[in-house]
């Protein structure tokens, strides 16, 4: 039934008194009042719109309050003076809204919840908590007899959880499937990157030699087109298996490849992103400095395998100061 039905509106009116006690037995036909989506019209008057669905619900009610101990009478309506068709839906929609409210409330919680979430073991703790949630607002759909404002958020939040929720679980399982086969297939290998090396380039073939292979042969070609031979790993190039993934820079796809979880690696990757993509994502105060210093190396070092040479100690030294610094 939707808010345009306003002729000829029929209801049913639940009239009932409980015993005093048992007090339990108050709250439950408190609940089951709820459950069914009636509202109270007086303090012992609860309405519903009528139909087969609402009447065989305050029958069934009906039938438990006179087992209790209570009295009540069920009657059908029209209303006439006191109360209009539209203020009686107001007050449904009323209560409807409250209760879709609290649940974006909760799907608001279990949004946080999914942001922070970090493994697929986390978001699949998740998964129950959502289904819960879906199951609440289908019982609340039920009982919007008259389509409250509510609705439409509440039922987009848990869709698009629900699709999320999916996709970053197969994601994740993805990653870390790709990087506990990736961690092992990277050693042994040849690697191969642009000609011209400056601080990404510099940086991943530091981590490569001191913390994934440190006897990698690491070779220098032209660029774009260049077609790998067997057993070679092409990183930070155009087409390469190792290079900028979304606004990642290739050092930080490389960390995460190679399973490196060191907080004072993770440093040196937000410094290394922010001098490579320029867009101050992490705000490192020691990226001005450190792009001088590789500034001086690629001036100073024309041939790539003496830039990578001279650029290794800068990296040991800065890995060593956020080591001690975490310490």
Same mark, same amino acid.
């Given at each position: 039934?939707t ?9 049913l009116?639940?009239i009932?008194q ?6 339990y ?13 009636a509202v ?8 519903l ?16 309050? *006179?087992?209790?101990?209570g009295? =009540? ?8 003076d006191g ?8 007050l449904f929609?009323? *209560?409807?809204?409250e ?8 799907a ?6 999914l942001? =922070?979430?970090?493994?697929?073991d %986390?978001?699949a703790?998740i998964?129950?908590q959502?289904a ?8 609340i ?9 509510g609705?439409?958020? =509440? ?8 699709v999320?929720? *999916?996709?970053?679980?197969e994601?994740?399982?993805?990653q ?15 690697w ?7 601080v990404?380039?510099? *940086?991943?073939a530091?981590l490569?030699r001191r913390f994934i ?5 690491i070779?220098?070609?032209p ?14 190039m155009?087409e390469? %298996?190792?290079?900028h993934?979304?606004?990642?820079c290739?050092?930080?796809v490389l960390?995460?490849?190679a ?8 440093a040196?990757?937000e410094i ?6 320029k867009?101050a994502?992490?705000?490192?105060? %020691?990226?001005?400095?450190?792009a ?7 001036a100073?070092?024309?041939e ?5 040479a001279q ?9 060593e100061?956020?080591?001690a610094?975490?310490?």
């Amino acid at each position: 039934m939707t808010k345009e039905s306003t002729t000829e509106q029929r209801w049913l009116l639940l009239i009932h008194q409980l015993p005093s006690k048992p007090a339990y037995f108050r709250v439950k036909i408190w609940r089951r009042l709820q459950g069914i989506g009636a509202v109270a019209v007086k303090s012992t008057v609860y309405a519903l719109p009528a139909n087969a669905e609402t009447q065989e619900d305050f029958e069934w009610l009906l039938k438990e309050i *006179a087992e209790g101990g209570g009295e =009540a009478m069920v009657c059908e309506a029209r209303l006439i003076d006191g109360l209009s068709d539209a203020q009686a839906r107001a007050l449904f929609d009323a *209560a409807r809204d409250e209760d879709y409210e609290t649940i974006v409330k909760e799907a608001r919680t279990l949004e946080a919840k999914l942001e =922070a979430a970090s493994s697929a073991d %986390e978001m699949a703790e998740i998964r129950p908590q959502l289904a819960r949630l879906r199951k609440r607002l289908a019982e609340i759909v039920a009982i919007d007899f008259f389509g409250a404002t509510g609705r439409l958020l =509440a039922e987009g939040l848990i869709a698009g959880l629900e699709v999320r929720l *999916a996709e970053d679980i197969e994601m994740t399982n993805d990653q870390q499937k790709a990087a506990s086969q990736t961690a092992e297939d990277l050693k042994g290998r040849t690697w191969v990157t642009r000609q011209g090396v400056y601080v990404d380039r510099i *940086a991943c073939a530091w981590l490569i030699r001191r913390f994934i292979d440190p006897d990698a042969i690491i070779r220098f070609v032209p660029g774009k087109g260049y077609v790998p031979n067997p057993g070679e790993l092409r990183f930070d190039m155009f087409e390469g %298996e190792i290079t900028h993934e979304g606004d990642r820079c290739s050092f930080e796809v490389l960390l995460a490849r190679a399973s490196l979880n060191d907080p004072a690696l993770q440093a040196i990757a937000e410094i290394v992103h922010d001098i490579d993509l320029k867009d101050a994502k992490f705000g490192r105060e %020691e990226a001005t400095g450190i792009a001088s210093l590789l500034s001086g190396v690629t001036a100073a070092n024309p041939e790539d395998e003496q830039r990578i040479a001279q650029g290794a100690p800068l990296f040991d030294n800065l890995y060593e100061y956020f080591r001690a610094k975490r310490d």
